[in-house]
């Protein structure tokens, strides 16, 4: 039995402890805003922040992720107001959507450690795929986000 | 708006601080009319269910309306990207002259549906048909609900019909300037039969369509809430992982089902065949993971059957045999191309082959199975694999083993891949005898397509079946082959294969006639008499030649591609043209860099929401690049090669090219649709513009097969 702590809420899982993050908190915990795409880390449709960091749940394990701090879109903010949120509604980013909450997360944890990322930055940090091709609006939403961000 | 998620800046900023690794500490934002609006819950997060309240009122089976004046509309087609959800409640909403800001979604109810005779038309999403063939009746729904509501209004004062208006859902008795909203006079209007239907609006009278519109989905993909298929839970649920034969049409030999079984959390392991399923075995677990590590741990002998040594290879080597056999069936034979040909002084003459191609749907196939209770999800991408249903098949055949217990059944990325329903390979030989004037004098069509699995001749002959451009002598016939392989539509269906031919080898006489090709295909057109639409295709190709600067010099190593078409059917008279210039450069090593996709499109008389159709065209460069850069299905011992994503990529943030959307109005007819309708022209414009670069004629795809490095 470990103990997660998911956006703030201690979880008790009792799963094996090579079990990835990503079943845990879908099956198990039943947050089902992280996605499964692939299983290799190859797509980012799984990403969640440890500690703000963004990782590919669907290979890290769940010893991994004990004692630390996991967020997931669900809780990336109250009431879905991070900038990055905020930005992706503005430019309506999501096509069939299945990719979003992971490009998203991947965004969060980019503008936590820069702010004014530029295009060359987020191509980068951000290796997320997304199958409908949304690149060009996804860039567009984290300089959206970015400025949002910067407002006093 | 009793849905507004209200939340105080207190509980933001204890929430904030709790997630720690939640990155919005110390942000605060004020919300506006706007955000709050943005905020309002327009369509549930689980989409099956009805955001309705109690004292909602239906007003005909596609809407209802509430005491506040919000309406919820119903629609009949899946959400998977397109914008559908949005568009089918639009249609219903210009008609009724509601306040858009107002109007909620759902999805209609298919019990009802089929309870009462069909009661809404139709509840397939296919073939860009949603707004073609949505749109009379869509538009009747609203009309329909708004003369009712008007006779309610109009019986209530006591005065004539005639003299009310409405706007906004506010009908207005101008004469003595009394009002009344829609939820006031919705209970009454329930109650109202109309003697007669009324018309409905002309596209030249639409106010709401026409216009761009934020998509009423987009806020459930920024939070995690949308549900779809493999977010569906249910009480008691039990997860199958699968494994199918890899050798399609193969058969179970044995499998030792104690090593699943003594595993963690592991139900059962249970077989699955039946018609037109692939034949393999399932462990059922208490979670994903362990069904998905028991069904790995556990070894399976399969009986390859008769195909175990099919290959790719072999399949391309017998069609490029069979081009030589004159076409089993012929579909134009105009003048004496054979003997132009034989007579003539300059022959072109190519070979173009495709390869099989996957659809890699961005969720991985499942079906969540809880008796037959059917939850209308949000589907993570479609792209035509959708509709074949086999998943559905194979997890009722494991789900009737299970005692009755719910089952989810997810196929993994590589399952998901290595058994779908694939774009057809195809090979084609075209020819054509140039005269004094570089223009065709006569021009034959042969192809070989591995369709004969599905549909059959309708795919081979899209694109290919009436040539726009003008050419007196002319032949085109086909054979159809059947493969072990299971085929289907994939975006286009037909076209995206049929295009590359037809627009590269156009491509390839303007070359060999010395003409740029634009000028080209445009004197060609100009010529064809006989071709109802070449008027509106010169507009369309006029457009893309301007908005991407065709004709300008350009450096070595850069080239422009150009391609046209209509998505013509046999089957029905709509068409959408589409052009689209590639612009891109290809380095001394041989990578290929598109820099700019130029695509015009027709948009007939209107586009029901510009919004969504701009995204569909985004989409369709997205996938066509990735076709043509790297995509292929091969098959090997009778098996798919590719599994995952780094064997079958898709296309990454880094590649995606400037795309310039052109909308035109070209024809005076609605058009066929949109959502498949531009990327048919994508291989060939990037073809013809690597040609236009560096000189190297590509008639074979994907292009990481060619060796593309050049000397100056």
Sequence with gaps: MLSLRVNGKAYNVDVEPETPLLWAIRDTIGLTGTKFGCGMALCGACTVHLDGKPVRSCVTRISQAAGREITTIEGLSADAQHPAQIAWREGDVPECGYCQSGQIMAAAALLAKNPHPTDADIHREITNLCRCGTYLRIRQAIHRAAELMAKP | MKATRGISRRDFVVTTLAVGGGLALGFSFPKN????????VRLSGRPWESLAGKSDVEVGPWLMIAPDDTVTIRVGQSEMGQGVITSCAKMVAEELECDWSKVRAEYVSVNRHFRENKVYKRLVTTSSSSVRLGRPYLQQAGASARERLMAAAAQTWSVPRSELTVKDGVITHKLTGRTLRYGQVAEKAAAIKLPAEPKIKTPDQYTLLKKPTKLLDTPLKVDGSATYGIDVRVPGMLYAAVKASPVFKGKVKSYNADVAKNRPGVHSVVEFSGEEIETGVAVVADSYWHARTALDAMPIDWDEGTHGNDSSEEFFKSSRATLDEPGAKVVTRKGDPEAVLKNASQVVEAIYEVPYLDHTVMEPFNVPLEKIYFHNCFLGGGFGRRGNQDDVRQAVAIAKQLGG?????????????????????????????????????????????????????????????????????????????????????????????????????????????????????????????EFPFAKAWIRVLGAVAEKSGWGQKLPAGTGMGIAIGDSRRLSRTEITICAVVA?????????????????????????????????????????????????????????????????????????IPDIKVHFVRATDDPIAGIGEEAIGWVAPAVCNAIFAAMGKRIRSLPLKRHDLSWHS
């Design chain 2, 33 to 40: 009319d706007a955000e709050r609006a943005a905020l309002a």
């Design chain 2, 405 to 529: 217990r719910p089952v989810k059944v997810i196929w993994s990325r590589e399952e998901t891949t290595r058994h779908g329903y694939y774009r057809p390979m195809r090979v084609s030989r075209f020819r054509a005898a140039l005269g004094p004037d570089g223009m065709p004098a006569a021009w034959t069509t042969r192809v070989v397509g591995m369709d004969e699995n599905y549909p059959g001749d309708e795919q081979v002959l899209r694109g290919l079946h009436k040539l726009p451009y003008f050419v007196p002598n002319q032949l085109f016939d086909y054979h159809l082959r059947k493969t072990h392989v299971p085929t289907g539509p994939w975006t286009s269906v037909g076209r995206s294969q049929n295009e590359f031919f037809l627009e590269t080898f156009v491509d390839e006489l303007a070359h060999a006639a010395g003409q740029d090709p634009y000028h080209y295909r445009r004197a060609l057109l100009e010529a064809n008499a």
């Design chain 2, 583 to 655: 612009t891109l450069s290809v380095s001394k090593k041989g990578e290929v860099r598109v820099e700019r996709l130029d695509v015009a499109m027709d948009t007939g008389p209107f586009l029901v929401n510009p919004l969504a159709a701009e995204r569909q065209v985004e989409m369709q460069v997205a996938m066509g690049l990735a076709a043509v850069l790297r995509q292929e299905i091969t098959i090997e011992k009778g098996r798919v090669v590719q599994a995952n994503f780094d064997t079958y990529p898709l296309l990454r943030a880094t590649e």
